[in-house]
């Protein structure tokens, strides 16, 4: 079978893009139903041990793979066919070895993790739960990251969907089947039916990892057949197969470009798990909240944190589809290219990223009493300041893609330090202050983001060798999201005046009126500023139809 072509940069996004889409809603039947599940305790211990997981997870998942479809990409650059499959099997076994260890540490010292480093005791077993799923995410990542070199975005984008949307069905009937099995206020429920919520996690890689199994196999099994002296395969001659670099190389390599990658964004998901730590000690310590307070005030800023994450989610494809054409630019001398891609991917972004921070700050109080009801009262305040933070974040996923695809993966690592740095300082001192309390981390988060990505942004300027232009990225999508955000907030407070519906449906239908009126806004004013062009529609599959539809310029 023919190596399978890949799609152009953000055609590529496009195809990841749906399947956030499609992920995020199954996200939302999966944590928001879960987190009136388990209420605002046992969620502090099912986002408790998701932090923890997600140090381990970044570390397995985030360099790694990225430092995989970069060798991938410039090895398919220079025609070099074997070049790139054994690069995989290389980084495949490296991928396993890496997830056995991780495992080992979740499965074997959950107590610890959870009483010495989350300072929360009664997520242990969610910690232990997770161990599985680290093993089985580090071995798919390797088959995602090969794929994704060679530029094709489809099965990362199918395999994601399946690992939802099993892990939806299988967390959620578990940890109600958990929850049941126990009396009415048994101190065992919500500890262990957060773990079977978390169990879901290892159910939906099992499905991932098949999937990519097969979907290897079916797509690239011609390249996967060991080079027979006197037989060519493919389009490779047998001087280029001998060429093929030893697996000594290619794990150098591999840990070359991903381990500071990892670390980097090791310091993000580190940034979470402290949080956790931090938050609980000094709401306790400092503040003056009992231990069953702090948590419930932990509890209701982990569900903040899921709605937070949404507009990160939405950036995350492009910043996939980046990292490949980029370097294979930079490998093919292309450097003019390279730039071009870098800014406009940094424009679509702030097109994508600035209406959803704006929605979520101007529409707080509402999406908090729709999705999480009963919650803590403090929820809206701390979703108005992280939804102001989630623009920068995106920002900053954007401008680190970039330079680690261009090579300057240190460059990002010291960035996420200091960001990280600023964030703990920030933390310990105001969620101590009493009248603060909680609403100190969403600052702390706000704070470090803007740091980082001004630090990143100053980085940008020496790679790429010119300055992107501001006021062409960010300005047409920050004024007109502020112009989006003051119709949303409008429509809202007279539609909860004057719509005549009561019940639980009165804010349910102001907050979707609002959304659909403000979407439309923002239509409208991204057509007539031209922030989004007909020659980048041109690169999304039906993206010519679409523009003509909409008379883009």
Not at 505 to 514: E, G, K, N, V
Request: hydrophobic share 55%.
């Amino acid at each position: 079978m023919a190596k399978q072509k890949g799609q152009n940069y953000l055609h590529g996004a496009a195809i990841l893009t749906v399947g956030v889409i499609i992920m995020k809603v199954l996200g939302f039947i999966y944590k928001i139903p879960l987190g009136n599940i388990l209420g605002d305790e046992g969620y502090s211990m099912f986002t408790s041990a998701y932090n923890i997981y997600f140090v381990f997870f970044t570390l397995a998942t985030a360099g790694f793979p990225v430092a995989l479809s970069r060798l991938v990409a410039e090895a398919d650059a220079n025609g070099r066919v074997r070049q790139e499959e054994k690069t995989f099997r290389v980084a495949l076994v490296s991928f396993t070895l890496l997830g056995l260890l991780f495992a080992a540490v979740l499965f074997f010292f959950p107590n610890w993790l959870a009483a010495v480093y989350l300072e929360n005791p009664d997520a242990a077993p969610s910690v232990r739960a997770m161990a599985p799923a680290i093993l089985l995410v580090c071995m798919v990542s390797a088959y995602r990251g090969y794929c994704q070199g060679n530029g094709n975005m489809l099965p990362t984008t199918v395999d994601e969907v399946l690992e939802v949307l099993f892990k939806v069905i299988s967390g959620l009937v578990i940890a109600v089947l958990v929850l049941r099995s126990y009396p009415p206020h048994h101190p065992m429920a919500l500890p262990m039916g957060s773990a079977g919520a978390i169990l879901g996690v290892s159910i939906g890689s099992v499905i991932s990892l098949l999937y990519m199994v097969v979907y290897k196999h079916r797509h690239y099994s011609r390249l996967s057949a060991p080079y027979t002296a006197g037989i060519v395969l493919d389009h490779s001659t047998q001087a280029e197969a001998e060429a093929v670099e030893p697996a000594l190389k290619i794990v150098k390599d591999l840990f070359r470009i991903g381990v500071p990658i990892a670390f980097g964004a090791c310091i993000l998901a580190l940034l979470n798990s402290v949080d956790s730590k931090l938050c609980m000690n000094r709401l306790q310590s400092a503040a003056g909240f009992s231990y069953q307070e702090a948590k419930v005030l932990y509890g209701v800023y982990g569900k903040a944190q899921t709605l937070f994450n949404l507009p990160a989610a939405f950036i995350t494809p492009l910043t996939i589809s980046i990292v490949p054409a980029i370097s294979g630019a930079l490998v093919r001398g292309e450097r003019g290219t390279a730039a071009v891609i870098s800014e406009d991917s940094m424009r679509i972004a702030s097109v994508i990223a600035a209406p959803m921070g704006v929605g979520l700050a101007v529409l707080s109080q509402p999406i908090m009493r729709v999705l999480y009801p009963g919650s803590h009262l403090s929820g809206p305040r701390l979703l108005a300041v992280m939804g102001v933070a989630s623009f920068f974040v995106c920002l900053v996923l954007l401008e680190n893609a970039i330079l680690q695809a261009s090579g300057r993966e240190k460059l990002t690592m010291l960035t996420l330090i200091t960001g990280g740095l600023v964030k703990i300082v920030i933390n310990w001192f105001l969620v101590a202050q009493r009248p603060i309390n909680i609403h100190g981390a969403p600052i702390g988060t706000l704070v470090s983001y803007l740091v980082m990505a001004v630090m990143d942004f100053v980085f940008l300027c020496s790679v790429l060798g010119r300055r992107p232009k501001l006021g062409g990225i960010l300005l047409k999508p920050l004024l007109s999201s502020v112009v989006m955000g003051a119709a949303a907030w409008a429509s809202y407070g007279l539609l909860d005046r004057v719509l005549p519906l009561a019940g639980r449906l009165h804010t349910p239908l102001c907050m979707l009126a609002a959304i659909l009126l403000a979407a439309a806004v923002y239509l409208v004013l991204m057509v007539t500023t031209s922030m989004i062009t007909r020659k980048d529609m041109a690169l999304i599959p039906g993206g010519d139809r679409l523009a003509r539809v909409l008379r883009m310029r």
